[in-house]
């Protein structure tokens, strides 16, 4: 949501170039030269091409989608079954271009490929000793027609033509080849694009029933893994019509050649078809398993991380390391599956040919004639096409295609997930809103200066008169109304609500925790529809939420959030929810970084500008949810009058608060209670009804009467003089323009060059002892000696056959002399077909399982760093980055990974093998062998320089994309509200340009790699055919042996170049892991054994702090200043500061989070000498933002399973969260993040752990900030019930918590301004605390002064 300036980018060299440019990739050059002289970086990515922008693509994609919906509603209208389908979506918007394609494949592979064995048939029979010498006139074409009727031999000219035709064939096979494939991998990844696109937009509108029951987790996962799936479909697509056609086809000239044997042979090729597509199918069945633990794993990551410091505090690391274990076990089960099944899959290249060789010869030679060399390599040359075709592309189309569907099935199940009712306005507005948004403020501008000088208008309208207002003045109404939060429960969350809300009035909604306010506010929102009644908002709708949501991006930009920026109103904003002092402390002002959901500031602050933001925005009625619980008093107080009563007076605001003392000076009061309305109606009407929270209140008399109410602004502007004021405003505005320059957000480190060797040791060598490594190794090596050893013997039993004259005494003649029989040579080729085809299989499985091994250990080495790293690295790193590597960088090193691998293996030993073969024939080769292998080392090293830095630079740009993802999903209620939609999805579009143009350089250099290894492929062809052609003494099975090896090489050996370095590629994912398992740790877990606190310790609870000081990370600056204090046993000690002062910093000592020098002693013992679960363990928190974890109740609570039933449902019935309806508490479904638990709720399941735990000291941080009287109440009772014996140490907002304490602790910007008990400190004149109290009002400081003397009276007595 960075709406700053965005940088130009240099125009893509593919937009302008040339045919002749493309079709031989000439555009990628000045790419190579960049990449090869230093890395690549982010600001040399190129603008995206139009075709594959975001928003084109999204729009594309949408209008057809959308159609589909349309057409389904209509179907269903009529009665019929139709189910929108994403697959015709794709076919309508890719379909024509994929059609296009797919005619100039088969068009290659049909006319130009097939031909090639002709014409080595027809060379070889130069070589061959033909008994038949007579001249033959046929013109050189005529022959190939006439190719199965000729008999007579070859003149040399001839057989240049030839020869000259397999390098044609080959040539134009590569021409075509490339070019298509580019094009190919172009259009899935448009496709990715295009889907990415729909699925955002789709998130932005899903209503938030929908969200609860569909985690947050699979909208993320989505987009990481089953999108990747578009990338690797359509690649390979059309081979699945072209490959058994055109096996077909290569029967046909076989059986003219050999006759019925040859259909044997392709029946074996044919027979594997059904078994590759079944186990295709299965493939996918397995990789829907794992996607759905993966979208679990991810999930449970994503909680974890968000609940770090909690999980620390509590010392849960193990019971969650447990559940992850489980997950990830089941998850790497069906990973296993997956890889064993690819491994044979992948095996088949290996045998399936020979396999049919071996069957088609061994009945030839049996039933048929003698076989003659050009009979054998004829056969050779076709297998060897069918082998690239039937059983590389074939079977991998077969399982792309069905991931692919397994994809777009989840993906359409997504898209068709309930939306929100919105109101249609949202786009508009968004597009027009500098013109109509300025007229407006213009307007306004007056009239927000009169409230201030004549009393507010509201009041004065009798009660009367406001009922009889005409429809139009009444704001939102309620007939009747209910809703719930989870769609599938059978019980609504509120019930039957009848409500009026007139415009410009204040409303205050109050009620207990969990009664339905908040619930109240997101059904304005038409965030959750009305189960049954109806509900009418008239006018533009605000919204300031309970947790605030900030994204990462400056102050301002969180402030204004896409609304044009008016300096004066701006300033006005900022200035009425009191943020000038924290914006002037700020470190580059309002354009600070704040960053992922605000992590940099503190909880008032967060709330201020979260409120700020739904004040700067125009609108007719804003709801505030509880923005004043997280502030102190003071500042409460000042946010009430000066923005909601006078800023916002002519406006319609529903304030939900827990703050009673502000409910007499509003219009209406809404009193909730369990989901339905007790009461409403003007403070003084409800009086009379005496409802329990009303005379709660009044006991507790923490109201502010009326009379203070204008004096108290007036002393505001008395104390300073009107010049100072000027003075000030005008030194804030010079502030606000001049705020320094743009902070930028810390970026994710990129490394640099190439993976070293350690990487490839650390993966192979985490999962297995060393010699089981090298068994995996020589097993390879084995697979392909075997399968080399058949090429060479069937070229030998051919040459002996060659020479067979028919006459019987000189075949045996010959026999005799090779000293083997044909029998003998049928064994020796069945046995090693047969050792070819065991060996490749068992080598496949070892190696899968070696590589699961290694990812199994390497993900929980990554855990367990992870959940021993201190706390400032999770402040360093958004969520979004450290979830990158969970989610994308594990999924590569589980499954892309071993894929390459065993590929990148399995043909480099195929090449070692075809340059051995082809060096036995003629030892002259070696020299352009040479020649080549030094090229390819020279390309290959360019290629990797170039596609490591870019592939990096990949994996980075994605990472923003993951964020806006993640940061959008929390605070969906927000954007909505403030129709911003429009311009998320607008941000989303240009973080995924951004990618797209990481993403496409990589496919583009890729392809040009392979492209020019391929020509020079083709160079060695020419080579090995004409060298041939040279020597006229050349045995022909030889020169079979070598031609036919040398066009095996040109298809699989760029394959195998361009996998080698994709998992060069895909390595950086296993480093990038391996770089998070050595991440720095937190001091040791558990003490040395001369060091460990005996076990009741600690018996007392006496703290002792020694000259602490505290900073966040080591080279930050200091947060506490040299404390020095001591709280005896059993001791309550109230903190209190500004927001800010370092309040909760003073916990993060006591626990540890942070680095501290000095020390602090518990009972005598110093806490930096004993390990941390050790001290975690016996210190009771409840934090200020409580967190719950998806799972029961009961995991909640005591996620080690250490106390009995008995005592949890105890310690919940002690907070009062037992259920009325019977149904057992402890196993009550919570949700992600404790979603279906209200704020108040899910604080009172933090005080019943602790009162679970028991501990002999418990913090409170701001633990009542977010409830309302009666629980605040009731946690006050519970902590003088239960903690009577311990040390308590209370951070609090509210003073009358905490001004019976013992001691209060006064601090401000970190150091220790006051320590003693409250009554002697308001005993100083000149004290901050009495300043303090003196802040709460007339009415509230003389009732503290009061209750601080009698608790030091009863002190003194008891002493």
């Known amino acids: 949501m960075d709406t700053g300036p965005k940088q130009r980018r240099q125009v893509n060299p593919r937009y302008g170039a040339n045919l002749f440019s493309i079709l031989t990739f000439g555009w990628t050059l000045e790419t190579f030269k960049l990449g090869y002289s230093r890395d690549i970086k982010d600001a040399d990515l190129y603008a995206p091409l139009p075709e594959h922008r975001s928003d084109v693509l999204g729009d594309a994609v949408q209008k057809e989608w959308d159609w589909e919906v349309t057409k389904a509603q209509q179907a269903r209208d009529r009665g019929r079954h139709y189910k929108p389908s994403l697959w015709r979506v794709l076919f309508k918007v890719f379909g024509p271009e994929l059609m296009l394609y797919g005619l100039i494949l088969s068009a290659m592979e049909y006319l130009i490929r097939l031909q090639q064995p002709l014409f080595l048939g027809l060379l070889l029979r130069y070589y061959s000793p033909a008994p038949d010498m007579s001249i033959n006139n046929a013109t050189y074409i005529n022959r190939l027609f006439s190719y199965y009727d000729n008999t007579g031999s070859i003149s040399w000219g001839e057989a240049v033509f ?36 729909l699925i955002y937009r789709k998130a932005l509108k899903v ?52 006759g019925m044997p040859a259909i044997y042979g392709s029946l074996i090729i044919l027979a594997s078809i059904p078994f590759q597509i079944f186990l295709g199918t299965h493939t996918a069945y397995y990789r829907r398993g794992t996607a759905m633990k993966s979208d679990e794993r991810v999930r449970l990551m994503k909680e974890i991380i968000m609940g770090i410091e909690v999980i620390k505090m509590y010392t849960w690391e193990k019971p969650f390391r447990k559940i992850i274990d489980i997950v990830r076990r089941q998850e790497i089960f069906y990973i296993k599956m997956t890889s064993y099944i690819r491994g044979v899959i992948m095996s088949f290249i290996m045998f399936s040919s020979r396999f049919g060789i071996f069957i088609t010869v061994l009945l030839y030679v049996t039933y048929v004639n003698r076989i003659t060399v050009e009979n054998v390599f004829f056969l050779t040359c076709f297998y060897n096409i069918t082998k690239q075709t039937m059983t590389l592309y074939f079977p991998q189309a077969v399982g792309q295609i069905a991931e692919m569907n397994v994809a777009v099935q989840r993906i359409r199940d997504y898209l068709l997930s309930e939306e929100c009712e919105l109101p249609p306005r949202v786009h508009i507005q968004a597009e027009e809103v500098p013109r109509s948004k300025k007229k407006r403020v213009i307007i306004i501008e007056p009239d927000l200066l009169t409230p201030s000088t004549e009393p507010s208008t509201s009041q004065q309208v009798p009660d009367e008169a406001k009922k009889e207002k005409r429809k139009e003045e009444i704001a939102v109404k309620f007939e009747d109304a209910s809703s719930r939060w989870i769609k599938s429960s059978n019980k609504d969350d509120v019930k039957e609500m009848d409500l009026e809300i007139p415009c410009s009035s204040l409303t205050t909604v109050i009620g207990s925790v969990g009664a339905g306010k908040s619930t109240l506010l997101h059904m304005v929102l038409s965030e959750l529809p009305c189960s049954s009644g109806r509900l009418e908002v008239n006018g533009t709708v605000s919204y300031a939420s309970q947790d605030p949501w900030l994204f990462v991006g400056s102050v301002r930009q969180n402030i204004l959030f896409g609304q044009p920026f008016h300096k004066s109103r701006y300033m006005e904003v900022c200035r009425v929810c009191a943020l000038e002092r924290d914006i002037s402390l700020f470190p580059h002002g309002d354009k600070t970084v704040v960053g992922e959901r605000g992590v940099s500031l503190s909880g008032g602050q967060r709330a201020r500008i979260n409120l700020a933001r739904a004040v700067y925005k125009e609108a007719d009625i804003y709801l505030l949810d509880d923005p004043l619980s997280a502030v102190d008093t003071q500042v409460a107080k000042h946010i009430f009058d000066r923005c909601i009563k006078r800023y916002l007076a002519d406006k319609t605001v529903i304030l939900v608060t827990h703050q009673l003392q502000f409910i007499k000076m509003v219009d209406q009061v809404v009193i909730m209670d369990k989901g339905r309305i007790l009461a409403e109606g003007h403070f003084d009407d409800l009086n009379e009804k005496e409802l329990k929270i009303i005379q709660l209140m009044n006991e507790k008399a923490r109201e502010v009467h009326e009379e203070e109410f204008i004096p108290s602004i ?6 300073i003089q009107p010049s100072a004021m000027s003075l000030h405003r005008r030194h804030w505005s010079v502030m606000i323009d001049t705020s320094t320059a743009d902070q930028k957000p810390e970026a994710e480190i990129q490394t640099i060059g190439r993976v070293s060797s350690s990487v490839y040791r650390d993966y192979f060598l985490t999962g297995a002892p060393c010699w089981q490594v090298v068994f995996v190794l020589f097993m390879f090596v084995l697979a392909q000696f075997c399968a080399s050893a058949c090429d060479f013997w069937i070229s030998r039993w051919s040459r002996v056959e060659d020479r067979l004259t028919g006459d019987s005494t000189m075949d045996s003649l010959i026999w005799a002399e090779q000293g083997l029989e044909r029998n003998d040579y049928v064994i020796i080729f069945g046995v090693i077909t047969l050792a070819t085809i065991v060996v490749a299989l068992i080598r496949a499985f070892l190696f899968f399982s070696l590589c699961m091994k290694s990812s199994i250990t390497l993900h929980d080495q990554m855990f367990e760093s992870i959940s021993r790293s201190p706390m400032s690295f999770f402040h360093a790193n958004p969520s979004g980055r450290i979830l990158n590597r969970f989610s994308k960088d594990m999924g590569a090193v589980d499954e892309l990974l071993p894929q390459a691998m065993l590929d990148c293996f399995q043909i480099m030993l195929n ?26 080392y020279i390309f290959r090293v360019i290629y990797i320089r170039t596609t490591g830095a870019v592939k990096r630079l990949e994996g980075i740009t994605r990472s923003p994309v993951f964020g806006h993802v993640n940061a959008t999903i929390l605070g969906l209620a927000t954007i909505r509200s403030f129709g911003a939609e429009f311009l998320l999805a607008q941000e989303f579009d240009r973080h995924q340009d951004l990618h797209s143009a990481a993403w496409y350089l990589f496919i583009t250099c890729s392809r040009a790699f392979g492209y020019f290894l391929d020509i020079i492929c083709l160079l060695f062809i020419i080579c090995v055919t004409f060298s041939c052609l040279m020597k006229t003494d050349m045995d022909a099975s030889n020169v079979g042996l070598a031609i036919t090896q040398s066009i095996s090489l040109t298809g699989i050996f760029q394959w ?29 877990l558990i003490s040395d054994p001369d060091k460990k606190p005996p076990d009741d310790w600690p018996r007392e609870g006496a703290i002792h702090f020694d000259d602490l000081s505290l900073k966040y990370s080591p080279d930050g600056n200091y947060v506490l200043h040299k404390l020095q204090f001591r709280v005896e046993p059993q001791e309550k000690i109230g903190i209190v500061g500004r927001t800010g002062a370092g309040k909760s910093s003073i916990i993060q000592a006591l626990f540890r989070l942070a680095h501290l020098e000095g020390s602090i002693t518990i009972d005598g013992i110093d806490i930096l000498n004993i390990g941390l679960h050790d001290l975690r363990e016996k210190i009771s928190i409840i934090p200020q933002e409580p967190v719950l974890f998806s799972g029961t109740m009961r995991k909640n609570l005591d996620p080690f399973d250490q106390y009995p039933d008995a005592v949890l449902l105890r310690a919940l019935h002690n907070v009062e969260l037992l259920p009325e309806d019977g149904e057992d508490p402890l196993y009550k479904e919570v949700q992600e993040g404790g979603s279906n638990f209200s704020v108040g709720e899910r604080q009172l399941v933090c005080l019943a752990r602790a009162i679970v735990h028991n501990d002999k000291i418990l913090v409170l941080d701001e633990a009542t900030a977010n409830v309302d009287a009666q629980t605040d109440a009731l946690i006050q009772t519970a902590i003088r019930l239960h903690f009577r014996s311990c040390t308590v140490l209370t951070v609090a907002h509210r003073l009358n918590t905490i001004i019976d304490s013992d001691k209060i602790l006064v601090l401000d910007a970190g150091r220790l301004m006051e320590y003693n008990h409250p009554h002697l400190l308001l005993q100083n004149k000149k004290s901050y605390f009495r300043k303090m109290v003196a802040e709460t009002g007339p009415t509230m400081a003389p009732l503290l002064h009061q209750q601080a003397a009698q608790s030091y009276k009863m002190m003194m007595e008891n002493n």
Not at 177 to 195: A, D, E, N
Not at 220 to 249: C, K, Q, S
Not at 714 to 719: H, M, N, W
Request: glycine share 6%; with cysteine; net charge negative.
């Open 162 to 197: 030839f020869a000259f035709g397999i390098v044609f064939c080959s040539s134009v096979n590569v021409m075509v080849q490339h070019p298509f494939m580019m094009g190919v991998m172009h259009m899935g990844m448009k496709m990715r694009v295009g889907i990415c696109s």
């Open 207 to 258: 209503n938030i029933q929908a969200m609860s029951e569909s985690s947050g987790g699979l909208v993320l996962n989505l987009m990481a893994n089953d999108v990747n799936r578009f990338d690797t479909g359509p690649i390979f697509a059309h081979y699945l019509i072209i490959g058994p056609l055109e096996t077909l086809l290569l029967t046909v000239y076989l059986y003219r050649e050999i």
């Open 714 to 719: 007036q002393s505001l502007s008395t104390v």
């Open 911 to 936: 090449l070692l093998g075809a340059v051995t073969i082809i060096l036995m024939t003629d030892i002259a080769l070696l020299i352009p062998i040479v020649a080549a292998l030094v090229i390819f």
């Open 1056 to 1084: 195998g170049m361009r996998q080698s370095a994709e998992m060069e590629n895909q390595m950086t994912s296993v480093e990038r892991v391996l770089e998070y398992t050595k991440l720095p740790n937190e001091p040791a």
